[in-house]
C-alpha cells in the first residue's frame, strides 16, 4: 500500500472486498468448484496482505496473520489435489455461462489453460460455415497465436457446407490459413459429415468441450454498440464449458 494509502483508511477500504472474496472462495471450495475457488482465495489472501500491511493494531495483525495462513494452508491443499486430478486423469471443471452472461471472452475462458507448453491444437466444430463462425474461429486463433503458448498446428475438424456457401467455408478457411502461415502456423482443415461433438484439445492435456462450440456469442445490437469489438462486454447466450485434463489427448 502506498505511504498515503496506509493506515485505518487503507484497512476500510481493502478489507470489505478481501472478506467478500475469500467468502466467494470458501463457496466455491464448498460446492467442489475447486479452480474458481483457488483463484478466489489468492486474490483474498493477496487483498488481506495489504491490509495486514496497512494495519497498526498488533491484535489484528495477530489475526490477520492467522487468517492469512489458514487461508493459504487451504490454498495450497487445493492446488495439490488440482494437480493429483490432473495426474489421475479425473479432474473436471463445469463453467456455466448465463443467458446474457458477459465477460467470457476467448482469452478469459481459455487462459488458465494455455502456457508455453502448448505447440499443438485440435479443434473440433461442426459448425465453421458462416461469416460470424469464420470469425469466431479467426479470433481464436489469434489469441493463440499471441501467446503465451507456442503453437506451431492447429487442427481443425468441421462438417462441409454442402449448400450454396461450400465456396464461402472454403475460401474462407484458406485464407485464414494463409494468414496463420505468415506466423509460422500450420492450419490443417478436415470434414466429416458425422461430426457432432464440439471440443478444443491442447497438447499440455487440457480438454475443453463447450456446449455451443465457439459460437457462444450474440450478435451485437448495433454496429457501435459496446461489445462490437471487445468480447468480454458482448452478451452470450447460455451453454456450459467442460473443462478436462487427461495424459491422452489425441494425437490425430
Avoid at 16 to 27: D, G, I, Q, S
Avoid at 209 to 217: M, S, T
Avoid at 229 to 238: A, G, I, S
Amino acid at each position: 500500500v502506498p505511504r498515503s494509502q496506509a493506515g485505518p483508511g487503507a484497512v476500510a477500504t481493502l478489507e470489505p472486498p478481501a472478506v467478500a472474496t475469500l467468502k466467494r472462495a470458501v463457496e466455491l471450495d464448498s460446492a467442489s468448484r475447486f479452480q474458481e475457488s483457488l483463484v478466489c482465495y489468492q486474490e483474498g489472501i493477496d487483498l488481506l496482505l495489504r491490509v495486514l500491511k496497512a494495519t497498526k493494531d498488533e491484535t489484528k495483525k495477530a489475526h490477520y496473520r492467522q487468517k492469512i495462513s489458514d487461508y493459504m494452508e487451504r490454498a495450497e491443499a487445493i492446488k495439490k489435489h488440482i494437480e493429483k486430478e490432473r495426474e489421475d486423469g479425473k479432474y473436471h471443471q463445469q463453467i456455466k455461462i448465463e443467458e446474457n452472461a458477459t465477460g467470457f471472452s476467448y482469452e478469459k475462458v481459455f487462459q488458465d489453460y494455455l502456457n508455453e507448453t502448448v505447440t499443438e491444437v485440435w479443434v473440433e466444430d461442426p459448425y465453421i460455415r458462416h461469416v460470424h463462425q469464420f470469425y469466431n474461429f479467426l479470433r481464436f486463433c489469434e489469441m493463440l497465436v499471441k501467446g503465451p503458448c507456442k503453437v506451431k498446428t492447429i487442427h481443425l475438424l468441421t462438417s462441409c457446407d454442402e449448400a450454396s456457401g461450400k465456396s464461402q467455408q472454403t475460401n474462407s478457411l484458406e485464407e485464414i490459413k494463409q494468414s496463420l502461415k505468415n506466423y509460422g502456423v500450420t492450419l490443417n482443415v478436415s470434414f466429416s459429415s458425422s461430426i457432432h461433438d464440439r471440443e478444443i484439445r491442447f497438447n499440455n492435456g487440457w480438454m475443453i468441450k463447450i456446449g455451443r462450440g465457439l459460437d457462444y456469442f450474440k450478435k451485437p445490437q448495433g454496429r457501435f454498440c459496446l461489445g462490437y469489438c471487445d468480447f468480454d462486454l458482448r452478451p452470450c447466450h447460455e451453454t456450459t464449458v467442460d473443462v478436462f485434463h487427461t495424459k491422452h489427448t489425441k494425437k490425430t
